[in-house]
């Protein structure tokens, strides 16, 4: 079957730097999501990886291993907004999206 | 520019009973997509449409049905709600689908209680 999995919960501090970690098995593979979603939100589109290797977009990079079936999401320099679920989704072979269940980040002062 | 809009934002609705979210979006996407988010688990693909006149069956068809009359409209009917449909339910866009790789946006969401 197919599978996505990132932590359920993590926990920063204000000003640092966390990685946000997702791992996936999947049939085929044709690029990996990044969402950010808060609380009683939509999901808002952060980043998309194809190719290996990191892709830095701002305070946000985002990191991808086909070989591994692995990707992080790196936040840099964490402010209070910052804190909402982050989600990993993979579009398959068939070019749908699986989703991962997210990651609620919380981010303290 | 509205983008996507969803219509109710939330609903309490008794078991048996016949109901239909809205989708409507103002970006002449091609593609659109109803998806069910539930606590723990990821987003779980309910339909999809690639285009105007098209539609196909997601992960979790069973109970809802849709149609794609025009490009901007996409409305999901259950035709006979069940408690295990409660759930928030998101409509999302994109500009091509159908096998193109292209980002999705999303609505706002219906939050449905079946009681």
């Known amino acids: 079957g197919q599978n996505i999995d990132q932590p359920t919960e993590m926990t920063a501090t204000e000003g640092a730097i966390v990685q946000i970690n997702c791992t996936y098995q999947?049939?085929?593979?044709?690029?990996l999501f990044w969402y950010q979603q808060h609380a009683g939100e939509a999901p808002t589109f952060l980043s998309y990886?194809?190719l290996d290797g990191l892709e830095e977009k701002g305070r946000f990079s985002s990191f991808l291993s086909r070989s591994k079936g692995y990707s992080y999401l790196l936040l840099k320099e964490l402010q209070m907004k910052d804190s909402a679920s982050y989600l990993c989704?993979?579009?398959?072979?068939?070019?749908?999206?699986?989703w991962g269940a997210g990651t609620k980040l919380i981010i303290k002062p | 520019i509205a983008g996507i809009t969803q219509a109710p934002t939330s609903q309490i609705l008794a078991a048996g009973r016949r109901m239909t979210l809205r989708c409507t979006q103002d970006?002449?996407?091609?593609?659109m997509y109803w998806y069910r988010q539930d606590l723990g688990l990821g987003l779980r693909l309910i339909h999809y449409s690639n285009t105007a006149g098209t539609t196909g069956k997601g992960e979790v068809p069973d109970g809802y049905s849709v149609s794609r009359a025009n490009t901007d409209d996409f409305p999901l009917t259950l035709a006979s709600a069940v408690p295990s449909q409660t759930s928030v339910y998101f409509c999302?866009?994109?500009?091509?689908?159908?096998?193109?790789?292209?980002?999705?946006?999303f609505g706002p969401g219906t939050r449905l209680t079946v009681l």
């Open positions: 990886n194809v």
């Open positions: 989704a993979v579009m398959d072979s068939n070019y749908q999206l699986i």
């Open positions: 970006m002449r996407h091609n593609a």
């Open positions: 999947t049939s085929g593979f044709n690029g």
């Open positions: 999302a866009s994109s500009e091509q689908g159908g096998g193109n790789i292209d980002t999705q946006y």
